[in-house]
């Protein structure tokens, strides 16, 4: 692959899944390229000025990175090549010494922030807070007593900075779900690998024909008569018209497969938008098995 692209910068969340997933590929020749959002990140991925790049797509507290999913249904033609599971672990993280009645403002990610949401109010009360575009932005940015950021004990470690507390998401077990993607006709997943990568998934977005009686059931009929199993249903605004929907549709199999064709024929007929985003192999680390520990 050579370059990979990753929401950055250095100590983000996605960096460790990119760090992952190079590792779990025996890869030790990829340069890893940081981009500062990940709008930014999908463009350069489209227009090819970097062959590929992981993108946080789900949460398991807080649902989907919705900028990720519209950017793949209304702005760009790029395919999910592997999908990499991790757990995550934020941190609550100030300047050596700082008590938590200090801290008056917090900054994060939308995504840390909102699977925070609870602790933030338990242990800060109604403290200011301030949304950037990564967990690593908000932990280099951290410049006086009176702020906190949450984020990875990488980017703290790197920082200088002092974990307050350790294991500041609401629930203890949470996971987020990133994808590597790339333009059409690249197949990254050539090659050899710590383990075996077939595809065992496959992610499409549809818009119904018409908005009529039945009509989802009878698209989603075409997986229960043929025993497939669903993984994720996710409805996004077409941006047309108030309460036209987008249907992002996870399930398990490969799109070469015999009956999966058939299924993805037959949807496709009855849709007015339809997009396979891919059929890819998953990744997924337990804390155990993570080769690179950001957390
Ligand atoms: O900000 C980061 O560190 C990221 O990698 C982004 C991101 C996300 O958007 O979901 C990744 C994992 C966590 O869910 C929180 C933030």
Excluded at 87 to 101: A, E
Excluded at 173 to 184: A, H, Y
Excluded at 200 to 207: E, G, M, V
Aim: glycine share 6%; aromatic share 6%.
């Amino acid at each position: 692959m050579k370059r990979l692209g990753y929401l950055g910068p250095p100590g983000t969340f996605t960096e460790m899944a990119a760090v992952n997933y190079l590792e779990a590929k025996l890869d030790n020749s990829s340069r890893l390229e940081a981009y500062i959002d990940i709008e930014r990140l999908i463009m350069a991925i489209a227009d090819g000025e970097v062959p590929a790049g992981i993108v946080p797509i789900e949460n398991s507290l807080e649902g989907s990175v919705n900028i990720t999913l519209d950017y793949l249904a209304h702005k760009v033609n790029l395919k999910i090549q592997a999908e990499i599971t991790l757990p995550i672990v934020h941190n609550l993280i100030v300047k050596p010494g700082v008590k938590l009645d200090e801290i008056e403002k917090v900054i994060s990610h939308p995504q840390a922030l909102a699977q925070c949401r609870d602790n933030i109010k338990k242990y800060l009360g109604d403290t200011e807070i301030v949304k950037v575009n990564s967990t690593a932005e908000a932990v280099n940015q951290l410049s006086s007593r009176n702020e906190a950021a949450i984020g990875s004990r990488l980017a703290a470690r790197r920082n200088n900075l002092e974990i307050s507390k350790a294991g500041f998401q609401d629930e203890s077990r949470n996971w987020t779900r990133f994808v590597l993607l790339s333009r059409p006709g690249v197949n990254l997943e050539a090659g050899r690998a710590r383990q075996a990568l077939a595809a065992s998934k496959t992610s499409i977005i549809l818009a119904p024909v018409k908005n009529r009686p039945g009509i989802l059931h009878e698209l989603l009929e075409e997986f229960a008569r043929k025993n497939i199993n669903l993984t994720k249903i996710e409805s996004r605004p077409t941006r047309k018209t108030l309460g036209d929907y987008l249907f992002f549709i996870d399930f398990e199999g490969d799109s070469q497969d015999r009956e999966i064709k058939e299924i993805l024929k037959n949807l496709r007929l009855k849709s007015s938008y339809f997009k396979v985003l891919g059929s890819y192999a998953r990744l997924e680390f337990t804390s155990e098995e993570l080769a690179v520990e950001y957390n």
